[in-house]
């Protein structure tokens, strides 16, 4: 029986690391694909078309909205984010495991479409490391980061619909739960129907 991938959403606030856990966890293993959102934002130093993000311009985020071409998608700090269906369908019934790093509107978004979701949310040590993290990037001025503090306040309401919390301590120790988390969801009974009704028949054969 081929291996049938699975949705795998990683959220967390602005700064907490989860770009860089899941770069780790890619490297790592090769059962995973990262799907590439589409963004209205303006590229930031270092990333690369197709790589980071597809940036496109609101008119076009628009008429991906309209033909129904967005598993989802949402507006965070003046801009908007959205996840490619064709993508994600594909390499799921490639066999992958795909990662979706989106913000918290999306995911509940998604979860509400696709039960079986898997829903992480990234933390840091402590809302005094979330501040460093965001000035040392250097990417930001003052009022965005403030405006990243705040909307982090407004997230914390919504982190009970997560799955998990995995707090972002150890890089190394960080990126292995997040793995194991991810491939414990393999052997849940929801997705493990398919099999236990290949099982069934044979046992009725016998």
């Known amino acids: 029986m081929s291996r049938q991938g699975i949705l795998v959403v990683i959220s967390g606030f602005s700064g ?77 019934a490639a066999g992958k495991d795909v990662i979706l790093e989106i913000e ?28 460093r993290r965001l000035v040392s990037r250097g990417t930001e001025s003052p009022e965005l980061i403030q405006a990243r503090l705040k909307r982090a306040v407004e997230e914390a309401v919504g982190i009970e619909a997560y799955d998990y919390i995995v707090l972002n301590d150890v890089l190394e120790v960080c990126v292995e739960e997040l793995h194991q988390l991810i491939q414990a969801q393999h052997n849940r009974t929801a997705n493990r129907l398919e099999f236990l009704n290949e099982i069934r028949k044979g046992l009725e054969i016998l």
């Not at 999306?106 to 005094?128: H, R």
């Open 104 to 131: 918290i509107q999306g995911a509940l978004k998604i979860k509400k479409k696709f039960p079986e979701t898997l829903l992480l949310f990234v933390m840091p040590p402590s809302a005094e490391e979330l501040k």
């Open 16 to 92: 907490a690391g989860k770009g860089t856990l899941i770069k780790e966890l890619m490297k790592r293993y090769d059962q995973y694909a990262l799907s590439v959102s589409a963004t209205t934002r303006q590229p930031r130093p270092g990333e690369m078309e197709g790589r980071e993000y597809f940036f496109v311009s609101p008119d076009y985020f628009q008429s991906m909205i309209e033909n129904d071409a967005l598993i989802e998608y949402a507006q965070y700090v003046e801009n908007f984010y959205g996840t490619p269906k064709d993508y994600v369908e594909k390499q799921m």
